[in-house]
């Protein structure tokens, strides 16, 4: 049985997830303007994520909320792409296998959605962040896509679901 539990988000778990949020982000540079870590829906995350072809999950330890991540479609993007969103952890969440079974959770969300790609943005020095998504499948672009405002992330992956 794994350390962790994956669950949906729910109204209570709203305020741990920004304050992972607004934790880890610095710990990458990610909290200047362009960063997720600035948009309105960190403020209330089970709301921003219930909607049509959105989800967001939580990561639960020891009953304590220690990670999330989601998907939602790509701003501004093609109908057929989903971005996956938010996804920080904790360190005592870190090399435990949150991190791809949230990764693997997020994809067969979005592939019950109907979403046929998955996009994600991150920045260099998420070097642990990106060694997960090239081993699950995704490539690296050389531009962003849609219109997500994160204008700070400077790498960008893709991969087909």
């Known amino acids: 049985m794994p350390a962790f539990l994956i669950r949906p988000i729910e109204p209570r778990d709203s305020a741990a997830v920004a304050d992972i949020i607004r934790a880890v982000m610095p710990e990458f540079g990610a909290d200047g303007p362009g960063f997720a870590i600035h948009d ?91 060694s997960l998504y090239r081993k699950h499948g995704f490539t690296q672009l050389c531009e962003p896509l849609g219109g997500t405002g994160h204008f700070g992330c400077d790498r960008f992956y893709i991969r087909d679901l």
Request: aromatic residues 8%; charged residues 20%; proline residues 5%.
């Open 40 to 130: 309105p829906e960190v403020n209330d995350m089970h709301t921003a994520y219930a909607r049509p072809s959105g989800a967001y999950f939580v990561v639960e330890r020891d009953g304590i909320v220690v990670g999330g991540g989601g998907v939602a479609p790509l701003e501004g993007g093609e109908a057929d792409v989903c971005e996956l969103r938010k996804m920080y952890f904790l360190p005592e969440a870190r090399g435990i296998g949150a991190g791809p079974a949230m990764l693997q959770h997020c994809l067969d969300a979005a592939r019950g959605f109907g979403f046929r790609r998955c996009y994600i943005e991150t920045l260099t020095g998420m070097d642990a962040a990106q």
